[in-house]
């Protein structure tokens, strides 16, 4: 992936790397480049799956299933290469941390698991990471940000809402900050309490979710009584790479609470105009029946 971007894929089957963006943007892959992918995510899911058999045994799960996870990867930043690393996780757990030091050329290992490595088994993966992961991962990584930067170094303003919702089976209220829309993956979002942060143990949510299309979004709840509501001021606060200050949002009603507070200005105007026309016609039938008694009336009297 390059950030949140699907890239390519390993085919187990075929033992080979798919690089699907390429075929989008009718590239192909060099021979060196294919080969060095291969090998890499081919090395890469020989070790997860070994060491997916060792946990196992380890903390005693043989039966049933379970999650061996990867996250390898490389940082460009504006001054050049960032960090390599590498984390795993099993069953959920986070497991071995590798950071490499590019400008060092140094291993750093952080490993809560009891997967011992010798000073041989050490030197070659530092060797591994140095001459073939590092290049690769870099310079994969700069031909996809030229082929997708359109996409990737986008832009786009989250639409924020500070939303409050009736709780009909205590009484008491919900208060969400919603952000939607946005791009790229990273915000911050803040629930607050009278100009201050409302502790995160208080609140629920806070998932980042895919919108359907390529943006993302995430809202933060809390849940309050009656008298919270009226002794406090809640606001909500967003910063995000788009926006060039904070959105300071404040109080408005959910759709359903307020139904006359989501209907749009134009048709509040548009329903009183036709309640008005309605009025007026009304009226007029109502003088017109009233005058044409009067004259039937005044008839009878003259006979």
């Given at each position: 992936m390059l950030d949140d971007i699907t890239v390519g894929h390993y085919d187990l089957g075929q033992h080979n790397f798919v690089p699907t963006v390429y075929k989008e943007f009718n590239v192909t892959l060099g021979a060196i480049d294919q080969s060095a992918a291969n090998m890499i995510f081919g090395s890469i899911h020989k070790n997860m799956k070994?060491?997916?058999?060792?946990?196992?045994?380890?903390?005693?799960?043989?039966?049933?299933?379970?999650?061996?996870?990867?996250?390898?990867?490389?940082?460009?930043?504006?001054?050049?290469?960032?960090?390599?690393?590498?984390?795993?996780?099993?069953?959920?757990?986070?497991?071995?941390?590798?950071?490499?030091?590019?400008?060092?050329?140094?291993?750093?290992?952080?490993?809560?698991?009891?997967?011992?490595?010798?000073?041989?088994?050490?030197?070659?993966?530092?060797?591994?990471?140095?001459?073939?992961?590092?290049?690769?991962?870099?310079?994969?990584?700069?031909r996809w940000l030229q082929l997708r930067r359109d996409v990737v170094l986008r832009k786009v303003k989250p639409r924020v809402?500070?939303?409050?919702?009736?709780?009909?089976?205590?009484?008491?209220?919900?208060?969400?900050?919603?952000?939607?829309?946005?791009?790229?993956?990273?915000?911050?979002?803040?629930?607050?309490?009278?100009?201050?942060?409302?502790?995160?143990?208080?609140?629920?949510?806070?998932?980042?979710?895919?919108?359907?299309?390529?943006?993302y979004q995430m809202r933060k709840s809390l849940e309050v009584s009656a008298e919270e509501m009226k002794d406090h001021h809640y606001t909500c606060l967003a910063e995000h790479l788009s926006l060039d200050n904070k959105l300071d949002i404040q109080l408005d009603l959910e759709a359903g609470v307020d139904p006359v507070s989501a209907v749009p200005l134009g048709v509040v105007i548009s329903i009183a105009l036709l309640l008005l026309c309605v009025i007026t016609i009304t009226v007029s039938v109502v003088t017109l029946c009233y005058r044409k008694h009067q004259g039937e009336n005044i008839h009878v009297l003259k006979d």
């Open positions: 070994s060491q997916a058999l060792f946990l196992q045994q380890h903390f005693n799960r043989t039966g049933g299933i379970h999650v061996q996870q990867r996250m390898s990867g490389c940082e460009l930043q504006d001054n050049g290469p960032g960090q390599t690393v590498r984390k795993d996780a099993f069953d959920g757990e986070s497991g071995e941390v590798i950071h490499f030091d590019v400008r060092k050329g140094m291993l750093y290992r952080q490993q809560p698991w009891p997967i011992v490595w010798s000073e041989a088994w050490t030197d070659l993966m530092t060797s591994l990471v140095t001459r073939v992961f590092q290049p690769f991962c870099m310079s994969t990584l700069e809402r500070l939303l409050q919702k009736t709780l009909p089976d205590s009484g008491g209220t919900k208060v969400t900050c919603l952000a939607t829309g946005f791009y790229p993956r990273h915000i911050n979002l803040t629930l607050l309490r009278d100009g201050q942060p409302v502790p995160d143990h208080q609140i629920t949510g806070g998932e980042l979710l895919p919108n359907g299309d390529g943006t």
